[in-house]
């Protein structure tokens, strides 16, 4: 009989690949969802803002169920390794951030991503840095809650459900597009791409 996945499995199925920030944006959305005492959103029962676009998204994503694509996934371009979780039904809300790199994982396993990075390590030194990451994203998936991760209740207004535009044609390249993402220019729609296109005109 085949076992179920779980979802760390799911999640790195999905990303394609096993990092520290994958494993950050697992055990936040692990927290959030206990926290709420929620289980995965089948629609838009759950919202998530997602204050990074780094790997760990695609981690909450497996396990919230929310997605851009429903509309319940809000992503706040500010750079931090934080996601707010919210629950449509009682308003409940949280904030999960993780706790800075520096402080969870070895000196010496940093050192060596930064030189693997740069194009600095040697065959031998990359096998090293592939063993040590297993190793640190073992220890991260095991170590404590509250020595990874911050969870604060938090007062969210909770956006409205994903709604469905009409959708009107571009008078410039022909292609279809959201109505309220549309611009007016010369007194016909015209995508965003397009809006900025001013061609030197000759009059006389």
Same mark, same amino acid.
């Given at each position: 009989m085949?076992?179920?996945k $779980?979802?760390?499995?799911?999640a790195?199925?999905f990303?394609?690949?096993?990092?520290? =920030?994958l494993?950050m944006?697992?055990r936040?959305?692990?927290?959030?969802?206990? !926290?709420?005492?929620?289980?995965?959103?089948?629609?838009?029962?759950i919202v998530v803002?997602?204050?990074t676009?780094n790997?760990?998204?695609d981690a909450?994503?497996?396990?919230t =169920?929310?997605?851009?694509?429903k509309?319940n996934?809000i992503?706040?371009?500010?750079g931090?390794?934080?996601? $707010?979780?919210g629950?449509?039904? $009682?308003?409940?809300a949280?904030?999960v951030?993780a706790?800075?790199?520096?402080?969870?994982?070895?000196e010496?396993?940093?050192?060596?991503?930064n030189?693997a990075?740069? =194009?600095?390590a040697?065959?031998e030194e990359?096998?090293q840095?592939?063993?040590?990451q297993?190793?640190v994203?073992s220890?991260?998936?095991?170590?404590p809650?509250?020595?990874v991760l911050?969870?604060?209740?938090?007062?969210?207004?909770?956006?409205?459900?994903a709604?469905i535009?009409? !959708?009107?044609?571009c008078?410039r390249?022909?292609?279809s597009?959201?109505e309220?993402?549309?611009r007016?220019?010369?007194g016909q729609?015209?995508?965003i791409?397009?809006?900025d296109y001013?061609?030197s005109?000759v $009059?006389g």
């Amino acid at each position: 009989m085949c076992r179920e996945k $779980t979802d760390w499995e799911k999640a790195m199925e999905f990303h394609g690949h096993i990092c520290v =920030g994958l494993v950050m944006g697992y055990r936040a959305a692990v927290a959030g969802m206990e !926290s709420l005492k929620v289980k995965r959103s089948g629609d838009e029962e759950i919202v998530v803002i997602a204050e990074t676009d780094n790997c760990g998204v695609d981690a909450v994503q497996v396990v919230t =169920g929310c997605t851009m694509g429903k509309g319940n996934l809000i992503f706040r371009d500010y750079g931090k390794n934080a996601y $707010t979780f919210g629950r449509r039904d $009682t308003g409940d809300a949280v904030r999960v951030l993780a706790r800075p790199f520096d402080s969870l994982l070895p000196e010496e396993f940093v050192s060596l991503q930064n030189r693997a990075r740069r =194009g600095e390590a040697t065959p031998e030194e990359k096998e090293q840095l592939h063993k040590m990451q297993l190793k640190v994203i073992s220890d991260l998936l095991q170590r404590p809650q509250d020595e990874v991760l911050t969870v604060q209740d938090v007062e969210l207004d909770l956006p409205g459900k994903a709604r469905i535009f009409t !959708s009107v044609t571009c008078a410039r390249c022909g292609e279809s597009v959201m109505e309220p993402r549309a611009r007016v220019r010369d007194g016909q729609y015209v995508c965003i791409p397009c809006s900025d296109y001013y061609p030197s005109r000759v $009059t006389g």
